[in-house]
């Protein structure tokens, strides 16, 4: 809401929306190499230590457990989540390769060598969607 009520307020950018896509896409690739990213990752590929930390018995307790967690989840992939709202909200084959995109960084082999290059990914397609309007078609309506 707070997007739509920034474009509705400002004309300059409702007549460029690319700006919008191309700086959400700068800045989850940005995101990718942040402390905080990483620190989330490492949390989510390795949950034991923290499950056995804060582990009690009961339902409440497992709600605080669960919503604990979810924080480094959230934490790992908001950024790649605004991409998907940014540029594929209305497209299935935008949010299944960002989907698949989250899940192999969390879980696959390989998903700790694959953060740098999504990130760097997402920086040049950022800044060739500021750069070239139309290019490649995220942000314009």
Not at 18 to 45: M, N, P, T, Y
Not at 47 to 63: D, I, K, T
Not at 120 to 131: K, P, V
Request: net charge positive; aromatic share 10%; hydrophobic share 50%.
């Amino acid at each position: 809401m707070v997007l739509h009520r920034l474009v509705e307020e400002w004309a300059w950018l409702e007549g460029h929306p690319q700006v919008i896509g191309g700086s959400v896409l700068v800045l989850a690739g940005a995101f990718q190499f942040s402390d905080l990213k990483a620190r989330c990752l490492r949390e989510c590929r390795h949950p034991g230590p923290f499950l056995v930390q804060h582990y009690g018995r009961g339902a409440a307790s497992a709600f605080r457990l669960g919503r604990a967690h979810s924080l480094f989840c959230l934490g790992c992939c908001w950024a790649l989540m605004l991409v998907g709202f940014a540029v594929g909200l209305a497209n299935l084959w935008w949010m299944a390769a960002l989907t698949a995109i989250m899940v192999f960084e969390k879980t696959g082999r390989g998903g700790k060598r694959a953060v740098g290059p999504v990130g760097l990914w997402l920086i040049l397609t950022g800044a060739l969607t500021l750069a070239s309007p139309g290019l490649l078609g995220f942000g314009v309506s």
